[in-house]
């Protein structure tokens, strides 16, 4: 089975959240408590969603508009596993699986 690559948190909160929240970035970095240029790098993937910044994010929108802290998270860890599963899946060929 062929999985497919995961969204990228930022494409969420780029294309679908400061968009239909109508903020700016500059904005959204205030309401975070962040500097501009942080939040710019998380947009531009220049930077992953970190357990602070989710948090901030959850703090910011709240659970019922989408803001999960945990949500946020697990998106960006299957975006990471899969990145890093294509650029290693012909050295995880060699590894031995644990002795019983």
């Known amino acids: 089975m062929k999985m497919h690559n995961p969204s990228y948190p930022r494409l969420t909160l780029r294309g679908d959240g400061l968009p239909a929240l109508g903020f700016s970035v500059t904005e959204t970095a205030t309401q975070l408590s962040v500097a501009r240029v942080t939040l ?7 930077a992953a969603i970190s357990p602070e910044m989710a948090l901030r994010i959850q703090a910011w929108l709240g659970v019922e508009r989408g803001g999960e802290a945990r949500l946020w998270l697990a998106q960006q860890t299957a975006y990471d ?20």
Do not use: Y
């Not at 710019?40 to 220049?46: A, E, K, M, P, T």
């Not at 899969?82 to 290693?88: A, D, H, Y």
């Not at 060929?93 to 002795?99: G, I």
């Open 40 to 46: 710019f790098r998380v947009l531009n993937g220049h």
């Open 81 to 100: 596993k899969w990145q890093t599963e294509q650029r290693i899946k012909k050295l995880l060929l060699h590894v031995n699986p644990a002795a019983e």
